[in-house]
């Protein structure tokens, strides 16, 4: 969901997130910030009631391309914007669709990565080596983290909500739990509680 920001590990000792309503005007959901949507996010939005063409950044013919495939996604698809803000965004800043909200909305500002163990490739968004190695164990540990890659968390620095007291390592374990039903399930088919066995 997010440009191309500065990120920096997320890890025990890391600042906790709150969304913040009342001073941020809702950044992540404005340009340049474009919500991708999967297969699974539109179908639950049109569950609701929703119209792809009303929700959707594509026109008539390329939606009929994507129906005529089950919906099986081939480009990367996100939500409509008009005058550069979501068109979920009331005028109040509310999601008009928080309950239907695409994963990736749910996601941010966080966003799940798979490194090698050694977690080199992410050098440059951690502050400590140290914390590095801590939470590449804690994730080493945990069942899901199948070697040789290991899921670390990043956040981006622009959202103004990472304002809570430092994670302690159950608060971390919790939020790498909440990450992964939100996103591995659905970007890397593997088993969660939020989706079931599968995607
Ligand atoms: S940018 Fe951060 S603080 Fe602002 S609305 Fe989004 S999640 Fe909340
Ligand atoms: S769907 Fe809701 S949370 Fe997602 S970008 Fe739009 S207004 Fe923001």
Same mark, same amino acid.
């Given at each position: 969901m997010a440009p191309d920001a500065p990120e920096r590990l997320v890890a025990p000792g890391t600042p906790g997130f709150r969304?913040? @309503?009342?001073?941020?005007?809702?950044?992540?959901? =404005? %340009?340049?910030?474009? &919500? /991708? !949507?999967? *297969? =699974?996010d539109v179908a639950l939005l049109r569950e609701g009631g929703e119209e792809p063409l009303h929700f959707l950044d594509i026109d008539p013919g390329q939606l009929q391309e994507l129906l005529g495939q089950g919906? =099986?996604? %081939?480009?990367?698809?996100?939500?409509?914007? *008009?005058e550069s803000r979501c068109v979920f965004l009331g005028e109040d800043l509310s999601c008009g669709?928080? +309950? $239907?909200?695409?994963?990736?909305? &749910?996601?941010?500002p966080h966003r799940l990565v798979f490194v090698p163990p050694g977690g080199d490739r992410i050098a440059s968004n951690v502050e400590s080596v140290?914390?590095?190695?801590? %939470? !590449? =164990?804690? &994730?080493? /540990?945990? +069942? @899901?983290? *199948?070697? @040789?890659? !290991?899921?670390l968390v990043l956040r981006d620095l622009a959202c103004p909500g990472f304002t809570e007291p430092p994670l302690s390592s159950a608060g971390?374990?919790?939020?790498? *739990?909440r990450i992964w039903d939100l996103d591995a399930c659905t970007n890397h088919?593997?088993?969660?509680? $939020?989706?079931?066995? %599968? &995607?």
């Open positions: 969304c913040q @309503p009342q001073t941020c005007d809702a950044l992540c959901c =404005r %340009s340049p910030y474009l &919500a /991708g !949507v999967s *297969e =699974r919906m =099986r996604w %081939s480009q990367f698809v996100t939500l409509r914007q *008009e669709a928080y +309950e $239907r909200r695409p994963d990736g909305c &749910a996601l941010y140290d914390l590095l190695d801590l %939470s !590449v =164990r804690i &994730a080493l /540990g945990w +069942e @899901p983290g *199948e070697p @040789p890659y !290991v899921p971390y374990t919790a939020l790498l *739990e088919a593997w088993p969660c509680e $939020r989706h079931g066995d %599968s &995607a």
